[in-house]
C-alpha cells in the first residue's frame, strides 16, 4: 500500500482554442488566491499542451486527507465545477509520491 503522505492531484482539461484563455484564468485563481489558504496545500503548477488542447493543474498536498479536505472546501468545490463546465472534458488522478529530488547548487 502506498504511503499517503504527500500526495499530488493531476487534473487534465481538455480544452479549445474559444474557452482556453477562461480556463487558464479561472484555474489560476483557484491555484494561486485560494490554495495557498487551504491546510495542507504544499505547492502546485499550471501547465498547457503546446498545441493549446490541455490544460493540466498539478497540486502537491501533505496527505491524501488534505487533498480531500480542500475538494470539500466550498471555494474550491465551486471553482472547480465552473472549470468543470468550461471544458470538453477533463480527468482527475491522485498519486502517491515515492522518490523526490531537487536541483543541487554546484560549488
Do not use: C
Request: glycine share 4%; net charge negative.
Amino acid at each position: 500500500m502506498a504511503d499517503e503522505a504527500n500526495v499530488v492531484s493531476i487534473v487534465n482539461f481538455n480544452v479549445t482554442a474559444q474557452n482556453i484563455e477562461r480556463v487558464i484564468r479561472h484555474a489560476r485563481g483557484l491555484l494561486q488566491d485560494i490554495a495557498p489558504a487551504l491546510q495542507g496545500f504544499i505547492e502546485g503548477v499550471l501547465l498547457t499542451s503546446e498545441d493549446e488542447t490541455q490544460i493540466v493543474l498539478m497540486a502537491h498536498w501533505k496527505s491524501r486527507d488534505a487533498w480531500a479536505r480542500a475538494e470539500w472546501n466550498e471555494q474550491v468545490a465551486r471553482g472547480v465545477a465552473e472549470l468543470y463546465e468550461e471544458t470538453a472534458s477533463y480527468t482527475i488522478k491522485v498519486f502517491h509520491e515515492v522518490a523526490q529530488a531537487t536541483r543541487r547548487e554546484m560549488t
